[in-house]
């Protein structure tokens, strides 16, 4: 079974400008999740899809980040403009409804200079 | 909202000895899950052990094992015959019930050293 799909691995920009990354969840996990984990931290949840609907977004600086999920399946993550605090490494994830266990990508890891 | 603590950020032990992680969490929840995901270098989360909060025997999988205290919110990870792979950062998360919006909220960490 494919795992979850993340690309770059790698993204280095300088500050105000802007960049996406991209999300290929396991086939068939209607849940998928973007967290932000900045170096000697934990995850931090982002945003949350049920399918292609939100459920909780609560935790996106929705000035500057943006994401979706068109058709339920692929999801992009934007950053416009970037700030030198969005240094971090971007998880994906993504589980089945009505099973606990979410599995994860590589992660993008973004560098802001 | 829910909260999970690791008051630990560094932890060591030497090769083939045991070691406990600690991990206690705040929710009014009667029923969730708990986890334990171990994070090496490579970045990639691989999940180690779950817990379900409805179930009070311990899980245990193959060197791991859990110390679940429900009244306590309390969830600590032993590792047993510690091997120089295990080497990695672990993270306790929680995870609502079905029917929730089941988000999956992380501690912060503790960063697990080998030593042989």
């Known amino acids: 079974e494919a795992g979850v799909a993340q690309s770059p691995r790698y993204k280095i920009i300088e500050k105000r400008q802007s960049v996406a990354f991209w999300c290929n969840p396991i086939s068939g996990h209607a849940t998928l999740y973007w967290y932000q984990q900045i170096l000697g931290q934990g995850p931090k949840l982002l945003i949350q899809f049920q399918n292609n609907g939100v459920v909780d977004d609560s935790q996106l600086p929705k000035d500057r980040f943006s994401a979706e999920r068109l058709k339920g399946v692929d999801s992009t993550l934007k950053i416009q403009p970037a700030k030198l605090e969005d240094s971090a490494v971007y998880l994906c994830a993504s589980s089945l409804v009505e099973n606990t266990e979410a599995f994860f990508g590589q992660g993008t890891r973004l560098t802001v200079v | 909202a829910q909260t999970v603590t690791q008051s630990q950020p560094e932890m060591s032990v030497q090769e083939a000895e045991t070691v406990t992680l600690s991990c206690t969490y705040d929710?009014?929840?009667?029923?969730?899950?708990l986890f334990w995901y171990k994070q090496p270098p490579s970045r990639q989360m691989i999940l180690v052990i779950r817990q379900e909060a409805y179930k009070q025997q311990n899980a245990t999988e193959n060197r791991f094992s859990v110390n679940f205290q429900k009244a306590a919110k309390s969830f600590s990870l032993k590792i047993s015959d510690s091997q120089l792979g295990d080497a990695a950062m672990y993270f306790c998360a929680y995870r609502s019930a079905p029917g929730s919006a089941r988000q999956l909220t992380f501690g912060s960490g503790t960063q697990l050293t080998v030593l042989p």
């Open positions: 929710t009014s929840e009667s029923d969730y899950y």
